[in-house]
């Protein structure tokens, strides 16, 4: 298991930009594949971006594509999401997401991971 602690959140104008992290507990993270979510009121948690456990592969929404840039520094155990041009649709609590994994695979379905965070609420205003 790993405790994930999500930050960077807040509230950005339309076509802000923000960066989010996900600090993890364990000095292990680099066995752990990490995806970020989100999830707006009433609607389901959805895919954002996902890192394998050394940066070898990443995978994006493609919604996000262009704008958002997932990135991890495994010497501080930290996972990251540059967030650039951002909509007011994207207003949403942000979570991060960990699973322990021998490949170099990313993984984009939330029933694969059984560790989250307590998320980051991010308002983007028009």
């Known amino acids: 298991q790993v405790q994930l602690v999500e930050s960077g959140g807040g509230l950005v104008q339309a076509g802000g930009s923000l960066r989010l992290s996900c600090a993890a507990s364990r000095s292990t993270f680099s066995n752990y594949a990490v995806g970020w979510f989100r999830q707006a009121p009433g609607k389901e948690r959805v895919f954002v971006a996902a890192?394998?456990?050394?940066?070898?592969?990443?995978n994006y929404a493609d919604s996000v594509k262009g704008r958002f840039t997932i990135s991890r520094d495994n010497a501080k155990n930290t996972v990251y999401l540059q967030m650039n041009s951002l909509k007011p649709e994207e207003a949403a609590v942000y979570y991060c997401a960990a699973r322990f994994t021998t490949t170099d695979n990313y993984y984009d379905l939330v029933s694969r991971y059984a560790n989250w965070g307590q998320g980051t609420q991010v308002t983007v205003s028009s």
């Open positions: 890192i394998s456990r050394r940066s070898d592969n990443t």
